[in-house]
């Protein structure tokens, strides 16, 4: 995947960098080691998503228990373009860990969909469900996904899995990216304010619940959205595409001004990583993210979603050997 355009250097220069917390205050260089107090320590790198996501904090949080509680590795999170380029980027070696949405994991490691080949990921763990948000500006009309055709709507950044998925909606509803729909390609927060600027009818969003840019878009004042169902087309999906989607609710009361229960579609959120990556060093990552779980779900609460019993649950790809001998010695067990 090295000769890819979505990795040259231009581009990797252009990627965005969060510091964990570090015992000693020098700069980071993802990928190199560095002395530290007579210590070589190994640096490693998360591939998140954009700053409105849940993707970015959450990888922000692990990257600092994994720097404080993992001996001699220093991490940071990355903001990337999501699901899809973060696969990539860690089949790639570009990035040591990446947060990806199940059925574009799937997609990666069997070397379909978007993925012109299979690429070396593995699983460490399932973190918590993406549930998909179809947010529309209200005065638009939009009841229904079918009522999208001839609107403008947001599919979601180029390269994320927020994208694929919403066009397996799309598809399921019978409409046409191309041709039914004015289609935009923004991520979470461009999202958000183009629906509040009237520049786009709607937009896809696939996160946890709730998504920062969500909750403050649904506060904005004189601000009337609503959240369309998508949970219908979960069996047509999942006959195409293979078991990686499931139907639940967005709860009432998650956002400002909603008190009633929406059904929709959802996928879980896994943690990968290159499928030679250091068994011990796999160890020690789950080992530092189940100990310390309350230090990231004061990060953000979607992390209250981790547990021993549901990480091991509906993963789409095989686990890392490192995650499988963790996950033996807690007394669970683990399909390869």
């Not at 958000?192 to 009237?198: H, R």
């Not at 789950?286 to 100990?291: E, G, H, R, T, Y």
């Not at 979607?302 to 001998?325: H, N, R, W, Y």
Request: net charge neutral.
């Amino acid at each position: 995947m090295a000769e890819n355009d979505q990795f040259d250097n231009s581009r990797c220069g252009r990627r965005l960098f969060l510091k964990a917390a570090l015992a000693a205050g020098s700069a980071i260089l993802v990928g190199h080691p560095q002395t530290v107090l007579g210590q070589v320590r190994k640096r490693i790198s998360i591939a998140t998503g954009g700053m409105g996501g849940v993707y970015f904090p959450l990888g922000g949080a692990v990257a600092a228990v994994i720097t404080k509680y993992v001996p001699n590795v220093e991490a940071a999170a990355e903001v990337t373009a999501a699901s899809v380029d973060n696969c990539k980027l860690v089949a790639a070696k570009k990035s040591d860990l990446g947060i990806v949405m199940g059925d574009t994991a799937y997609d990666a490691w069997a070397g379909t969909g978007m993925f012109k080949q299979k690429l070396p990921i593995r699983n460490l763990a399932v973190l918590y469900p993406n549930v998909m948000h179809i947010v529309a500006a209200q005065e638009k009309g939009i009841k229904t996904v079918k009522d999208m055709k001839g609107k403008t709507i947001s599919t979601g950044a180029p390269g994320s899995g927020v994208e694929v998925m919403a066009l397996r909606i799309l598809e399921a509803n019978e409409i046409n990216p191309d041709k039914d729909i004015k289609r935009d390609r923004l991520g979470a927060s461009e999202s958000a304010g183009a629906l509040k600027d009237g520049k786009i009818d709607a937009y896809f969003w696939c996160g946890g619940v709730p998504t920062a840019s969500v909750l403050d878009l649904t506060a904005a004042p004189g601000m009337k959205v609503g959240f369309i169902p998508n949970r219908d087309v979960v069996e047509k999906m999942t006959t195409k595409y293979g078991p990686v989607y499931y139907g639940t609710t967005i709860a009432s009361g998650s956002y400002k001004g909603f008190d009633v229960d929406v059904p929709v579609a959802a996928v879980g959120n896994i943690l990968i990583c290159h499928e030679d990556m250091e068994e011990k060093l796999a160890y020690d990552i789950l080992a530092s993210m189940f100990d310390h779980k309350d230090e990231l779900v004061a990060v953000h609460k979607q992390a209250e979603s981790l547990d021993l019993k549901g990480a091991v649950l509906g993963s789409p790809i095989p686990f890392q050997k490192g995650a499988l001998a963790y996950y033996k010695a807690k007394g669970l067990s683990v399909e390869p």
